[in-house]
DNA sequence: TAGATTGTTAATCGATTAACAATC
DNA sequence: TAGATTGTTAATCGATTAACAATC
């Protein structure tokens, strides 16, 4: 068994990228792909490619590529998502709303399994498939769902509260929404989304409007 | 005039982290700060907020920290947000209804000026403060908008056309919801936001579940 | 065999951070 | 002045990519 390294953050998000080729790949019944032909469809670098899976493994064959399926099953088993995760999401506002009836999250690798919130007039509303349950019934509720990863669509202000509570659910991983840096213990994996953070990137590239009117 | 070299886009990421807490202690009326302040708050290192800064000038005096209002002021002109920035918005389904209606979004940096869909079943519905327009006239409507980003929140099979569209009517900097990768000029920027990406990155760092129940 | 393509090494490139003279 | 904190340099750290022997 080789010693291979620790792989970088980068990877793993790339790791996603090939994940979401392959699968399309497979759909279409291609046979085989090559990290030239990676490179060709995701402009990520062919060695990138090849080095973001030495860190798992030999997946291909000198001269011939890499088998579809079998890549696409070590990916699947190295993102642990080879039966969808379940997920649980907190705050069934428009956002979290919007994330449950997101189609590449309905179907495809990780299953939103509960939606909590703490408005009163939303608790026992349906929304989709679920039906909108009690904050206070967290821990509770994730005793029986399991879920190991949260999703947080609450207001700003009300997001280290809930992460907190998810911790105490035994959430460890955690993908939050509300526009603020939450404090956890170091254990638990936080990755934040943040639209107008985004947006501030694009608007710095905007060219000067020194010039005109 | 010091020569300085082009910022990093991590700093670029981070200067938008730098505005937030700003905003924050401006609210609060709060005087100045130090690197050491923003390091409490943020976690992200002093030296490396230092150092974010000096692509751009000198903003703090040695021994005194820097003048809250000043910084913010500067950060504001540095990512051109010191007015808000219009911004389009193509697909006004679920995702993109519910970022309409984001309140970081609808209070701060950035004006979602019009949405745009394809589907005449939503066409001249209200959205928001919002008239929902035809995709169709997208070059026309942005001739009087004059917006230069837009967020992309149609499915993946429409991404790409709606991006090339969104390149006839002048803009140049893309943010996109869909889980495709756009192929456009080198000049256009595009950042991706992918949701299934950041679950699967979380998805990773679960627990191996070797060992059983 | 000749051609193609891998996995890995080593070189390059870029970003982070510690240290400190300058200075308020 | 003494203490605090900046801006910047230089060292460190980490990620990307070119190159190539191995091999199908």
């Given at each position: 068994?080789?010693?291979?390294?620790?792989?970088?953050?980068?990877?793993?998000e790339?790791?996603?990228?090939?994940?979401?080729v392959?699968?399309?790949?497979?759909?279409?019944?291609?046979?085989?792909?090559s990290?030239?032909?990676?490179?060709?469809?995701?402009?990520?670098?062919?060695?990138?490619?090849?080095?973001d899976?030495?860190?798992?493994?030999?997946?291909?064959?000198?001269?011939?590529?890499?088998?579809?399926?079998e890549?696409?099953?070590?990916?699947?088993?190295?993102?642990?998502?080879?039966?969808a995760?379940?997920?649980?999401l907190?705050?069934?506002?428009?956002?979290?709303?919007?994330?449950?009836?997101?189609?590449?999250?309905?179907?495809?690798?990780?299953?939103?399994?509960?939606?909590?919130?703490?408005?009163?007039?939303?608790?026992?509303?349906?929304?989709?498939?679920?039906?909108?349950?009690?904050?206070?019934?967290?821990?509770?509720?994730?005793?029986?769902?399991?879920?190991?990863?949260?999703?947080?669509?609450?207001?700003?202000?009300a997001?280290?509260?809930?992460?907190?509570?998810?911790?105490?659910?035994?959430?460890?991983?955690?993908?939050?929404?509300?526009?603020?840096?939450?404090?956890?213990?170091?254990?638990?994996?936080?990755?934040?989304?943040?639209?107008?953070?985004?947006?501030?990137?694009?608007?710095?590239?905007?060219?000067?409007?020194n010039?005109?009117?």
């Amino acid at each position: 068994m080789p010693h291979r390294g620790r792989a970088p953050t980068p990877t793993l998000e790339r790791l996603a990228i090939y994940f979401a080729v392959l699968t399309d790949l497979k759909r279409r019944q291609a046979v085989t792909i090559s990290s030239a032909d990676v490179e060709e469809r995701t402009g990520i670098n062919a060695a990138q490619f090849r080095k973001d899976l030495s860190y798992f493994g030999e997946f291909g064959r000198p001269g011939i590529g890499y088998g579809v399926d079998e890549l696409y099953s070590a990916i699947a088993r190295i993102l642990k998502i080879e039966q969808a995760q379940p997920v649980l999401l907190v705050g069934a506002g428009n956002l979290g709303s919007a994330l449950m009836g997101y189609p590449a999250l309905r179907a495809d690798s990780f299953r939103i399994v509960a939606a909590f919130d703490n408005n009163p007039g939303k608790i026992g509303e349906q929304l989709w498939d679920l039906t909108i349950r009690d904050v206070a019934y967290l821990i509770e509720d994730n005793k029986t769902c399991r879920a190991k990863i949260a999703i947080i669509t609450v207001p700003a202000a009300a997001a280290q509260d809930v992460a907190e509570q998810l911790v105490d659910a035994g959430i460890r991983n955690i993908l939050n929404f509300a526009p603020v840096a939450l404090k956890l213990p170091a254990d638990v994996i936080v990755r934040r989304v943040d639209f107008v953070q985004e947006l501030a990137v694009l608007s710095f590239h905007l060219p000067d409007s020194n010039s005109g009117r």
